[in-house]
């Protein structure tokens, strides 16, 4: 009986205030916050995780076994499809720069060149003329850059000549110019035939986005620091 009195007592005596205690709210939110916070702290790093995750596999493609489900939850559907929906302008956020507009044009050796075909490699793309001098003067900079970074670079030309080929291909051949050179033909997209001086250089990044854009004569250390800031 001694022995559950004295237990009683100190497990009383434990509840007890010290002496001179004064009741304080504040300092009651205090002491909450610092035994919330290690909780608080996991939530969060459980949380972005979760979140990642959940945001790629909202960006993949539907999966088989969800394709052949008769009846997908309507949620994730929805969302797949907004995401899908916006995925480009998302890209853009973080690879900063506007998509550049596709083309499909013959080069001097007659085959066929697509702009979007290079996703994945640096792009700089100029636009030029025989008559420009100062176009002259920047072409055998190109050449040189795509001799320098062949694996990773594409140069393309596209000429505003007037009289096409019969002032192009001599050109071009005198100067053996090592990257496809196209012709400001009519199947060229209106955002670069509005181009209203010579040269136009466009510095363009992997994921198909203009990152730079160069009006008139530049030097080549230029394009080539321009060139190694993609790479």
């Known amino acids: 009986?001694?022995?559950?009195?004295?237990?009683?007592?100190?497990?009383?005596?434990?509840?007890?205030?010290?002496?001179?205690?004064?009741?304080?709210?504040a300092r009651a939110r205090v002491q909450l916050k610092v035994r919330q916070a290690p909780s608080s702290r996991r939530w969060l790093w459980t949380a972005v995780p979760v979140a990642a995750v959940a945001l790629i596999a909202m960006a993949l493609p539907v999966s088989r076994a969800v394709a052949n489900m008769q009846s997908p939850p309507i949620a994730f559907e929805h969302i797949h499809y907004m995401l899908a929906y916006h995925w480009d302008a998302l890209i853009?956020?973080?690879?900063?720069?506007q998509t550049a507009p596709n083309f499909k044009l013959t080069d001097q050796d007659g085959q066929v060149v697509k702009l979007s075909s290079f996703?994945?490699?640096?792009?700089?793309?100029?636009?030029?003329?025989?008559?420009?001098?100062?176009?002259?003067?920047?072409?055998?900079?190109?050449?040189?850059?795509?001799?320098?970074?062949?694996?990773?670079?594409?140069?393309?030309g596209v000429s505003f000549d007037e009289d096409g080929w019969k002032a192009v291909r001599p050109f071009i051949e005198s100067r053996h110019v090592n990257y496809p050179v196209m012709l400001a033909g009519p199947d060229l997209p209106d955002q670069y035939r509005?181009?209203?001086?010579?040269?136009?250089?466009?510095?363009?990044?992997?994921?198909?986005?203009?990152v730079g854009t160069h009006l008139g004569l530049a030097s080549k250390a230029r394009y080539d620091a321009l060139v190694r800031e993609q790479l």
């Open 1 to 25: 009986m001694d022995n559950d009195k004295n237990f009683v007592d100190e497990q009383l005596s434990a509840l007890r205030e010290p002496e001179g205690f004064t009741p304080s709210a």
């Open 92 to 97: 853009g956020m973080v690879h900063g720069g």
């Open 119 to 156: 996703r994945g490699k640096v792009v700089l793309l100029n636009f030029w003329a025989t008559w420009c001098e100062p176009c002259k003067a920047e072409v055998p900079w190109f050449v040189d850059l795509q001799k320098i970074y062949a694996d990773d670079l594409v140069v393309l």
């Open 194 to 210: 509005k181009i209203e001086s010579l040269p136009a250089t466009l510095m363009i990044n992997r994921f198909g986005r203009i």
